[in-house]
């Protein structure tokens, strides 16, 4: 079913490709509101620099021969390949700073290829970094590996990419690493199938990339992360290639392919997989609910997924985020919920939610209970505007920076009754930072029956010249605020270098000698990610 590789043109600066940027009425709304909140415009637009403008230190390594039909170091590739999309990282690339460039871009076509990079490097002392489409916010592609290795390769899975099977007896497909978001939906459409896996990062990310960090996707209950959907996995580690069995489910000891699901390209590249499917939703019901405060709210979406009711989306957003993503007027908070399903009317089960939504004290109107029948299954992830400015989101943030607002999330995941103690942490800790104009806009990507996935957005006014530092210190304050209320380090965001503090912080100190283990057998030089879940060599 095809695949091949990308031909357009990525920004080295930004989010996406060079062609695209935000809508237009969506960034004329944001500059005013910003200048509200600022009192007046946060800065004139920094022009984004090309890549001519941009002095790079010349490759430290030559790949050989029979390496070399695979490999790129021109300017363009080695830019767009040295860092990821976090604030972080755009805000040092509108500077032109892009302190660990790869000296190799390698774009291997088969699991053969990757097995020579992986013998090259191994040999050689060379850190490979995997790259499926460069979304990571967490520091998980930038060549950051520290001094013990003699060069860095960047591994672009993109020629790794398309359906290679279908099997929909048992609503399954075999799909190459590489592919994108949209290839893969578009490869789909014509039997009917979806994954229904739409993370925001869907437009650039890729389905290896998705498994590789346990990215958290469409579903709002049930099948929330990547994991729910993924039946096996091959993987090619330095140590060898191995492949899990495709089962609907097993007793049989820990599950092999868990170890690689999140495992972030330290222990081996995963090559393909075989996901789990959907017939497309041709019914879909949807209903939003107002809330006078978020607490409200909260208990609202808690009783939903306690009812025995699963939304596809139950997605809770407070009144800053409701203006921000053109959902509401900024004055309630909202409960968006949607049910959808390929074979019968959702009307009955949107209702009982309803019902719950309004014995929580939510308002809603009977317009705004709405449902839809679509025969030809093409309504998807995008369909309303909360959807469609979500997708939409990263464009604009791209200009924000330019304009010099700090623009960040942070996420994380917590039991119902730490709920509350969390969100003041999180609030506290901002307050602290003495930021002074800010906004701090909540929503609630996910819901389970013991808790729940708050996300936080923070824009205020960056520290012109200094923003690294700035990053650096409101993510160590919001995360140990997270930490010490009981929340995870990342919900759905991966750990990467910049998290992997407070992952070793978090888990038992048994459990990261097992993982070190089990990367010393698989692979004993160190050359995989070094930095992400585990330090580097020489590191610690």
Not at 450 to 476: H, N
């Amino acid at each position: 079913m095809g695949g091949g590789l990308r031909v357009k043109k990525r920004k080295i600066w930004g989010w996406g490709y060079e062609s695209e940027g935000p809508d237009p009425r969506a960034l004329a709304f944001a500059e005013a509101s910003l200048s509200g909140l600022f009192g007046g415009s946060p800065g004139a637009r920094r022009t984004p620099p090309s890549s001519d403008a941009i002095e790079l230190p010349p490759p430290r390594i030559e790949l050989p021969a029979s390496l070399a039909p695979i490999a790129d170091t021109s300017p363009d590739q080695r830019l767009v390949h040295a860092l990821g999309r976090s604030y972080r990282d755009l805000a040092r690339a509108v500077r032109g700073v892009f302190p660990n460039p790869p000296d190799v871009v390698a774009f291997p076509a088969s699991e053969e290829d990757v097995a020579r990079l992986m013998d090259y490097a191994s040999s050689t002392g060379v850190a490979l970094v995997p790259f499926g489409g460069g979304t990571s916010v967490c520091g998980g592609v930038e060549p950051d590996v520290g001094p013990a290795y003699r060069g860095t390769i960047s591994v672009d899975m993109g020629r790794m990419s398309g359906v290679v099977e279908l099997d929909r007896t048992s609503l399954a497909a075999n799909v190459r690493a590489g592919t994108l978001g949209p290839d893969l939906e578009s490869a789909l459409r014509p039997h009917g199938l979806t994954l229904r896996h739409f993370p925001q990062s869907f437009e650039m990310s890729t389905v290896g990339g998705w498994i590789a960090t346990r990215a958290g996707g469409h579903f709002a209950t049930l099948y929330t992360h990547i994991d729910d959907l993924v039946e096996s996995v091959r993987v090619v580690t330095p140590a060898g290639q191995l492949a899990t069995r495709r089962l609907p489910g097993s007793g049989a000891g820990p599950a092999p392919d868990r170890l690689f699901i999140g495992s972030e390209g330290a222990l081996g590249i995963i090559t393909s997989a075989w996901v789990r499917l959907f017939a497309r939703p041709l019914h879909r019901a949807t209903a939003t609910v107002r809330y006078s405060s978020f607490d409200r709210g909260i208990e609202a979406l808690r009783r939903i997924v306690q009812s025995g009711l699963h939304p596809s989306n139950c997605r809770l957003l407070d009144g800053a985020e409701a203006l921000m993503s053109g959902a509401g007027a900024g004055d309630a908070s909202l409960l968006l919920l949607a049910f959808e399903s390929a074979e019968h009317p959702q009307d009955v089960l949107l209702r009982r939610a309803v019902g719950v939504a309004r014995d929580a004290g939510g308002v809603v109107d009977e317009a705004d209970l709405k449902s839809s029948f679509d025969p030809s299954g093409g309504r998807d992830a995008t369909a309303d505007t909360y959807k469609a400015s979500f997708f939409r989101a990263p464009y604009l943030r791209d200009e924000l920076v330019l304009r010099n607002v700090f623009v960040e999330t942070y996420e994380t995941a917590v039991v119902w009754s730490g709920f509350e103690a969390l969100d003041a942490a999180v609030s506290k800790a901002v307050e602290s930072l003495s930021l002074g104009p800010h906004l701090l806009a909540r929503r609630i990507t996910h819901a389970y029956r013991d808790g729940c996935a708050p996300y936080f957005t923070l824009i205020t006014k960056a520290r012109e010249g200094d923003e690294d530092a700035m990053w650096v210190d409101i993510k160590k304050a919001l995360t140990d605020a997270i930490e010490s209320a009981g929340g995870t380090c990342t919900h759905h965001h991966a750990v990467g270098r910049d998290v992997v503090p407070w992952y070793q912080a978090e888990t038992p100190e048994l459990f990261r000698a097992a993982l070190a283990a089990a990367k010393s057998a698989l692979d004993p030089h160190g050359i995989m990610n070094p930095g992400t879940l585990l330090p580097a060599r020489g590191t610690g």
